[in-house]
């Protein structure tokens, strides 16, 4: 068996609350940076306000609004949640290692309804199973299904749950629209789901505000920031082409609000996608060749492309190109990225 080649993990854009995210100083970071926390780290796990390093010692590391603790294998990070540490042969019993408890988010104010008491039903995904609003809380998933990355909730207001409705769903629910494909990965963001097929197809759904569908978005379109030619956004190539918010025949381009179905979606030079991960409103994808192509919303420049625009069109982070290095993994928080990648060529 081939050694595991070395590598490095970056971060780069919200980082408000002093999460670490490589030697950006300020409140954001618009190019991949190096994290301070060196090679030792194996797995991240962003929030909002704090971002969780698990070390290969088996040691939590947080980095903002919280401090860490030892004896751990992996963490998962969320604003509406108590998370804990314990260690690998406690069977949950006593107490925790460390525990640190976090506010859950607001209601919102055109939500004053029913799924106010719903909240946030997370996954979870060490233990096959998810926390249902009603007695018995703790459920086990069926034996044909585990839990994808991100944490999230049965709403579908947005159409994140990919069923064509806004409805909301008490219980997990077959994807029709995907029934007979394989999936490989699958990621949850604020309002926007995506997963990737055995032969790396993408399948996107849900909320598309700020062009996190990579699909033409009328707010980017009036900000001026849209470029919307076909849907690869290069030129074979690679090079990048600047697009206009208009079809060939000068029509306004048909711009897509909500997407409550599984949309197909081809990325740049017909690569194929390996890995996903959802933000807020961001959506980033690691090819099998090792690029990294990222979309959505931009403004802390959690896209990695030296800026703070947002796009609707899947754009490649040139600075892992440039810099030879493969894209292996990657972990969206709510503003930011983390990316592990290592060197081209290496064994």
Same mark, same amino acid.
Do not use: F, M, N
């Given at each position: 068996m081939a050694e595991e080649r070395p590598g490095a993990w970056f971060g780069f854009g919200f980082c408000g609350f002093g999460q670490e995210l490589g030697s950006g100083r300020g409140h954001q970071v618009h190019s991949p940076s190096p994290l301070r926390a060196g090679v030792d780290v194996c797995r991240v796990s962003a929030s909002w306000s704090y971002t969780a390093f698990v070390t290969r010692g088996g040691r939590v590391e947080l980095?903002?609004?919280?401090?860490?603790?030892?004896?751990?294998?992996?963490a998962w990070a969320s604003e509406g949640a108590l998370l804990q540490a314990w260690a690998p042969d406690s069977a949950l019993r006593g107490e925790p290692l460390w525990a640190h408890n976090v506010v859950p988010e607001a209601?919102?104010?055109?939500?004053?309804?029913?799924?106010?008491?719903?909240?946030?039903?997370?996954?979870?995904?060490?233990?096959?199973?998810?926390?249902s609003p009603r007695p018995p809380f703790y459920r086990p998933l069926a034996p044909q299904l585990r839990a994808g990355a991100g944490a999230g909730d049965w709403r579908s207001k947005h159409g994140q749950l990919g069923h064509g409705t806004l409805e909301a769903e008490l219980e997990p629910r077959l994807l029709e629209a995907l029934q007979g494909l394989t999936m490989a990965e699958v990621a949850a963001g604020g309002w926007h789901s995506v997963c990737v097929s055995e032969t %790396?197809?993408? &399948?996107? @759904? /849900? =909320?598309n505000e700020s062009g996190q569908l990579a699909l033409p978005t009328r707010n980017l379109a009036e900000d001026g920031e849209t470029v919307a030619r076909e849907a690869t956004g290069l030129n074979e190539d690679g090079s990048q082409v600047k697009r206009t918010g208009r079809v060939e025949d000068g029509a306004p381009a048909p711009f897509i609000a909500v997407q409550p179905f599984p949309a197909l979606l081809d990325l740049p030079l017909g690569s194929d996608a390996v890995k996903v991960s959802c933000g807020s409103r961001h959506t980033a994808v690691v090819?099998?060749? %090792?690029?990294? &192509?990222? @979309? /959505? =919303?931009?403004?802390?420049?959690?896209?990695?492309?030296e800026d703070t625009t947002s796009l609707d069109w899947p754009r490649r982070v040139e600075y892992f190109?440039?810099?030879?290095?493969?894209?292996k993994a990657v972990t969206c928080g709510p503003w930011n990225t983390y990316v592990y990648a290592v060197e081209k060529g290496k064994s």
């Open positions: 980095s903002g609004s919280a401090s860490g603790a030892g004896g751990c294998r992996d209601v919102e104010e055109d939500d004053p309804g029913g799924e106010a008491q719903i909240g946030r039903l997370p996954l979870l995904p060490c233990a096959r199973a998810y926390v %790396g197809d993408i &399948y996107i @759904w /849900g =909320w090819t099998r060749t %090792g690029e990294l &192509y990222t @979309w /959505g =919303w931009g403004k802390y420049g959690q896209l990695g492309h190109v440039d810099k030879q290095l493969q894209v």
